[in-house]
């Protein structure tokens, strides 16, 4: 039942969520969807999603669940991480994205009301905007169950609108309102990263996504 749909990232269904990430030469992106034809489908499991980055060297993998993971599970061999969705926002009347953006953060140890400050910095920065890119869709917060990371997955119609929004801003934020300064500095970040992706093929359990 491959379809590529994408996920609804702030579906309730979706109570965690794994990622795992690995160069698209080690296992190329059908050996995620393909593998889940001879294998039961897991109760839980709510969807499968596999994304190649838009310069096509990296595999990424959204998984969602309707429960904790089982520990053994494992994206392709990849070392996952689980998150849970922590806070969403999208514009009105969304299109279907062209460009999904990945921003990871590590903080230096586990800390779940950091995880939260950090999102709410950025909801904060973002709301200063008084011209927002036209390219932004959405932006869904996730925060690691150990407590060190956050992931933002975000839509975008394309990937020239994002790249446009970070060099417009001149520091590498999408937007360019005074509290960006605040995400740039806070406290405790250890490292970031920003990669995009396009969806490549997604599946789910039956009568979901066709």
Known sequence: MTSPVHPDPANP???AVLTGHWPRHHAPPETVTEGWKDRPWPEDLVSVNAYVSTD????????????????????????????????????QDAPVPGCVVIVSVEFV??????????????????????DPHPGGISGHFHVSLDGTR?????????????REALENSGRGTVGSAPEWRRVLEFPGVRESGVRRYRLHASLARSGETE
Request: hydrophobic share 40%; charged share 30%; net charge negative.
């Open 13 to 15: 269904e979706a109570r």
């Open 56 to 91: 096509g060297e990296d595999v990424l993998v959204y998984e969602q669940w309707a429960a904790d993971p089982p520990a053994a599970h494992s994206p392709m061999g990849a070392e996952p991480v689980a998150y849970r969705l922590h806070r969403s926002g999208v514009r």
């Open 109 to 130: 140890g586990p800390d779940r009301r950091r995880q939260e400050r950090w999102i709410d910095t950025v909801f904060d920065a973002l709301a200063a905007e008084t």
């Open 150 to 162: 956050v992931l933002n997955y975000a839509e975008w119609t394309d990937e020239a609108s994002h």
